[in-house]
Nanobody
Framework: QVQLVESGGGSVQTGGSLRLSCVASRNTFSTYCMAWFRQAPGKSRERVASIYTGGGDTYYADSVKGRFTISHDKAENTLYLQMNMMEPEDTAMYYC??????????????????????WGQGTQVTVSS
């Protein structure tokens, strides 16, 4: 099983930056699909970005391409989401999620929240105009 602990949420002005962190406790010899989701009030939870810890292409939602960067630090067992040029539309609760990863292509295609096994507690991100 995996336990995920998030940090880094907060408030920022339009055009500013935030960096979210998610520390994962897991078998370090296993590969995982790790992702960031977000959910605004009254909206469905959507995948923002994902990465396969075994290597391969990353996934980004069209709405964040060119602005957000997902990365994984193997040594620290930590997932990051660097958010730049933030917009009010980025305001949401952000969640870190993890699933056992079979391949990079499997991870790239898995956008449904139900496909992920473990979740962080969520961290609020607010972007003011």
């Amino acid at each position: 099983q995996v336990q995920l602990v998030e940090s880094g949420g907060g408030s920022v002005q339009t055009g500013g930056s935030l960096r979210l962190s998610c520390v994962a406790s897991r078998n370090t010899f296993s590969t995982y699909c790790m992702a960031w989701f977000r959910q605004a009030p009254g909206k469905s939870r959507e995948r923002v970005a994902s990465i396969y810890t075994g290597g391969g292409d990353t996934y980004y939602a069209d709405s964040v391409k060119g602005r957000f960067t997902i990365s994984h630090d193997k040594a620290e067992n930590t997932l990051y989401l660097q958010m730049n040029m933030m917009e009010p539309e980025d305001t949401a609760m952000y969640y870190c999620a993890s699933a056992f990863g079979f391949s990079d292509s499997w991870c790239y295609s898995r956008g449904e929240p139900s496909k992920y096994d473990d979740w962080g507690q969520g961290t609020q991100v607010t972007v003011s105009s």
